[in-house]
């Protein structure tokens, strides 16, 4: 009879995951992967080719991760780009190393950031669409222009230059709005 394998392939990435979430991307290595998940190496080079692959799958995991994070947001409001703007300024808050690895770590065959942000379910188009509903004549470049200073705040969070609260997010994006419709 074959010994149960108890080190699975989900253990594996759920503990990559969670320790990209703790402590970034970069510390992903076997060696602290099968010491987090109670195991030798082996296991890991048994499901995953190289640690390429593991860091692959971490990253697709995080795609889906925040896909979730945004579509269970609350929203607040219906001034198009404040939604999507608290919803990745508060992503970058909480999930700090997940918002590095997901929109500040460029590397080759990942997601766009446009590509992310809009989802499966068109979120960034859904955006434009309100914008140009409400009579902005280019809602692609106010779309770049609110993109640029959610970018911005969020990215500012990670250094901790970043603290304002809901309320005056949700108020500085409002007016962000309006200055640049403008």
Not at 171 to 178: F, G, I, P, V
Request: a negative charge.
């Amino acid at each position: 009879m074959a010994r149960k394998e108890s080190i699975t392939i989900d253990r594996i990435l759920g503990t990559a995951f969670e320790m990209t979430r703790e402590s970034g991307a970069d510390s992903i290595t076997a060696r602290h992967v099968a010491e987090k998940a109670g195991c030798s190496t082996q296991p890991i080079f048994r499901v995953y080719k190289n640690m390429s692959e593991l860091q692959t799958a971490v990253y697709e995991k995080a795609v889906e991760y925040f896909r979730n994070y945004y579509d269970g947001f609350e929203r607040h409001g219906n001034v198009p780009f404040t939604n999507l703007g608290m919803a990745y300024i508060a992503f970058a808050r909480k999930e700090k190393n997940l918002f590095r690895l997901l929109f500040v770590d460029a590397a080759p065959g990942r997601v766009s950031m446009y590509e992310l942000l809009n989802g499966t379910e068109g979120n960034v188009v859904a955006e434009i669409n309100l914008a140009k509903e409400l009579g902005c004549t280019d809602p692609g470049g106010l779309f770049m222009k609110m993109w640029i200073f959610i970018h911005g705040a969020a990215c500012m969070t990670l250094s901790g230059d970043y603290d304002l609260t809901d309320e005056e997010t949700l108020n500085l994006l409002e007016k962000a709005y309006t200055s640049f419709l403008a």
